[in-house]
């Protein structure tokens, strides 16, 4: 068995490179700290059994990232953390979106159902005892997945023990595997959020973009039991009491500023081959971007002047542009930085390095693979983003599923499965508008099938496995037909058993399901035995690496769990003639309201202290109060709401994007492009005390002025 280990990787020359684990991180990556001027060390980061940093930064939801900043358990996190639940609590008469929310009291204080907070108690490495339940690394992927998936399972199980709930991940594509433990927390309530027009200021004119000038915050609160315990809501629950939280430094900031950030970032893919990464920017994002284009455009023209078609699509429709808009910088940046160029010459050092023999069959082989991968991926990406993009075809297919579910169910699970039913039929109706939803069919349709004929791998309609009446005829049906129309939903479902059969037999679930049978039979098969073997080879790939060019693998792949990267703020130039400031200010806010753009809307409030320059004692009388700043911190998504540090541990901002020419940093990190957006901590503060009213909140907590 290979022995691997990542404990004391060097840092080479791309310094500001990194997604360190805080008890992985070698003594290289403390010492830089210190060159830096950092007084952190690895206990001050992370301790198992004893506070430290990482007692204070949340696992918030499934996929973003908060911070203890009380100790009476009140946590920040970005606006579009908390947005879809800031969304589900509001309505047209109290609408949190638009009004925003500030709580007089705990006990105004909004419960949120679903939403967690988990606090991290350990990360251990795995890999002797995962190597021993499944011993073979490389084996085929099918094979191995399942042993792996078991393993995890039992030491999940074994694990998880003393309200502490264990997680098994795998790092470096498989080669090693961690377990992280975490306290998980229920009763998580909305404390605070300004409105809407500040929390997304720029909207999509901004997102992803530099100069910024969003108050992208919300604040909740973790209760639990009276040991600060996880508990199930109860009204009588109590505010926990963290064992650390974060002292928040409003002190001014200047370029070279040292940052820390730390959090959960989601995903990343650094080791990738070059051919891989010529899919990606091919492929994969241009295809998606052309079908999200046109579904975002025809949603605007519906929702621009319609607020309860605003309210209905808003969650939906912020997530989906997130990723268009994403995707066209990652291009931008891939072809900027020549990192396809770059990788097929490293590539090439070592098809003729002294380990040419250990390389070039996985070369082969991964050339291989893709070849026949790429052309039905091609069909998986219109499935998902043209065919599954009409919402009538998603909610059919997702619908018959359920159905299916409930006819094979146990009579002892009958009842939760038509409950589950019912939750996920008005759940679609609150986001779903047939007039819209035809609008994006008429233009989806005929696409999707037009593609399906000149692709010859299909054979979908070459076999006649699908007749195509015209669009304007099957709409008349599918738009009129009662399975669209959620009365007639809720009231077949007092009579479970008879709603499935019906709902199986409906024209529109068949004619769904004629399609998916086809993509998840003929499709999705083959593909997810490719990229198993894809996958395979990039397992062995990366243990290449590890063992013969170790200063190219420093770090593992973020994988959602807890990492922390360092840098400075400081400024950029994107492209020739263009250089952008480190911070922006409150006169940007009032610049781009001026400018009419719809995006830039402000409430009268702000609006007011804005004009007058009066900020209080957040900034001398008549200056602009710094409300941004960029830094070359190396995140991701799930790094949404992570704490920004300086170097005393001190929090003075929150990270809440990236720069849109930087965003390939998922795939390659370029620090002259590479730029992560935060919130200043002194700007946020000045919003809840002004703007929100909110005294009591700032009473809370720690602060350093000065």
């Given at each position: 068995m290979l022995a691997l280990s990542f404990s004391c990787f060097m840092l080479s020359a791309r310094e500001e490179e990194g997604m360190w684990v805080p008890v992985k991180a070698g003594k290289m990556v403390w010492t830089r700290l210190a060159e830096e001027g950092f007084t952190l060390d690895s206990?001050?980061?992370?301790?198992?059994?004893?506070?430290?940093?990482?007692?204070?930064?949340?696992?918030?939801?499934?996929?973003?990232?908060?911070?203890?900043?009380?100790?009476?358990g009140l946590v920040i996190t970005n606006h579009h953390c908390g947005y879809d639940y800031i969304t589900k609590l509001s309505t047209l008469q109290k609408d949190l979106l638009k009004?925003?929310?500030?709580?007089?009291?705990?006990?105004?204080?909004?419960?949120?159902?679903?939403?967690?907070?988990?606090v991290p108690m350990y990360i251990r490495d795995i890999t002797e005892t995962v190597n021993q339940l499944c011993p073979d690394t490389f084996a085929k992927s099918a094979a191995r997945e399942i042993a792996l998936k078991n393993a995890y399972q039992e030491i999940e199980r074994q694990q998880s023990v003393n309200g502490i709930t264990a997680v098994a991940k795998s790092v470096f594509a498989g080669n090693q595997h961690m377990l992280y433990g975490y306290k998980v927390y229920k009763d998580v309530r909305l404390v605070g959020c300004p409105p809407e027009a500040s929390g997304k200021f720029g909207e999509e004119s901004d997102n992803w973009m530099w100069p910024r000038h969003t108050a992208d915050f919300a604040l909740f609160r973790v209760y639990g039991d009276t040991n600060s315990q996880p508990a199930e809501y109860n009204s009588e629950n109590q505010p926990v009491i963290p064992a650390r939280f974060l002292e928040i430094s409003a002190k001014p900031v200047r370029e070279g500023y040292p940052a820390l950030v730390m959090g959960y970032p989601g995903k990343t893919n650094e080791y990738l081959f070059s051919n891989i990464i010529s899919v990606i920017e091919q492929d994969d994002d241009p295809i998606r971007i052309e079908a999200r284009t046109e579904r975002l455009?025809?949603?605007?023209?519906?929702?621009?002047?319609?607020?309860?078609?605003?309210?209905?699509?808003?969650?939906?429709?912020?997530?989906?542009?997130?990723?268009?808009?994403?995707?066209?910088?990652?291009?931008?940046?891939?072809?900027?930085?020549?990192?396809?160029?770059?990788?097929?010459?490293?590539?090439?050092?070592y098809a003729t390095g002294k380990h040419a023999t250990v390389f070039l069959p996985m070369k082969t082989s991964i050339e291989k693979h893709l070849s026949d991968y790429i052309p039905l991926n091609r069909i998986r990406l219109k499935y998902n983003e043209v065919f599954?993009?009409?919402?009538?075809?998603?909610?059919?297919?997702?619908?018959?599923?359920?159905?299916?579910?409930?006819?094979?169910?146990?009579?002892?699970?009958?009842?939760?499965?038509?409950?589950?039913?019912?939750?996920?039929?008005?759940?679609?109706?609150?986001?779903?508008?047939?007039?819209?939803?035809?609008?994006?069919?008429?233009?989806?349709?005929?696409?999707?099938?037009?593609?399906?004929?000149?692709?010859?791998?299909?054979?979908?309609?070459?076999?006649?496995?699908?007749?195509?009446?015209?669009?304007?005829?099957?709409?008349?049906?599918?738009?009129?037909?009662?399975?669209?129309?959620?009365?007639?939903?809720?009231?077949?479902?007092?009579?479970?058993?008879?709603?499935?059969?019906?709902?199986l037999k409906n024209d529109l679930v068949l004619f769904t399901g004629l399609v998916s049978q086809y993509y998840r039979q003929e499709v999705e098969p083959q593909l997810i035995r490719l990229e198993g073997e894809i996958g395979r080879i990039n397992r062995q790939y990366q243990a290449f690496l590890l063992k013969y060019y170790p200063d190219s693998i420093r770090y593992p792949d973020a994988n959602g769990t807890l990492r922390f990267s360092f840098?400075?703020?400081?400024?950029?130039?994107?492209?020739?003639?263009?250089?952008?400031?480190?911070?922006?200010?409150?006169?940007?806010?009032?610049e781009k309201y001026l400018s009419g753009v719809a995006d830039y809307t402000i409430d009268s409030m702000l609006y007011s202290h804005l004009k007058s320059q009066d900020f209080g004692s957040y900034s001398p009388k008549g200056q602009a109060l710094q409300t941004c700043f960029i830094s070359t911190c190396h995140t991701t998504g799930g790094n949404s709401g992570s704490p920004v540090l300086n170097a005393s541990g001190q929090m003075f901002a929150i990270n809440f994007d990236r720069c849109w020419e930087g965003t390939m940093s998922d795939l390659e990190y370029d620090s002259s492009l590479c730029r992560n957006i935060m919130l200043n901590m002194r700007y946020a503060l000045f919003y809840i005390d002004k703007i929100g009213k909110a005294e009591r909140l700032l009473r809370e907590m720690k602060i350093q002025w000065q």
């Open positions: 206990n001050a980061v992370f301790q198992a059994n004893q506070p430290s940093l990482k007692d204070a930064v949340l696992l918030f939801g499934k996929g973003c990232t908060g911070s203890f900043i009380s100790g009476r009004n925003g929310f500030w709580a007089s009291s705990d006990a105004d204080e909004l419960p949120c159902p679903g939403l967690t907070v988990s455009s025809i949603w605007n023209s519906f929702i621009r002047n319609n607020d309860t078609l605003k309210l209905m699509y808003a969650s939906r429709f912020s997530s989906i542009a997130n990723g268009w808009k994403k995707w066209q910088g990652e291009i931008l940046g891939l072809k900027k930085s020549r990192v396809i160029e770059r990788r097929m010459n490293a590539e090439k050092n599954m993009g009409i919402d009538a075809f998603a909610f059919s297919d997702k619908m018959a599923g359920m159905a299916k579910e409930f006819l094979a169910a146990n009579d002892s699970l009958k009842d939760v499965q038509r409950k589950k039913m019912e939750t996920e039929i008005r759940r679609f109706f609150k986001e779903f508008s047939p007039r819209v939803d035809r609008a994006v069919f008429m233009k989806f349709f005929p696409d999707f099938f037009q593609f399906l004929k000149k692709n010859p791998s299909t054979g979908l309609i070459a076999e006649n496995k699908i007749f195509l009446p015209s669009p304007e005829s099957i709409a008349e049906k599918i738009y009129a037909s009662p399975f669209l129309k959620q009365d007639t939903l809720i009231k077949w479902l007092e009579k479970p058993e008879k709603a499935c059969v019906k709902i840098g400075t703020v400081r400024s950029y130039s994107p492209r020739n003639g263009v250089q952008y400031h480190y911070a922006t200010t409150t006169d940007g806010i009032l």
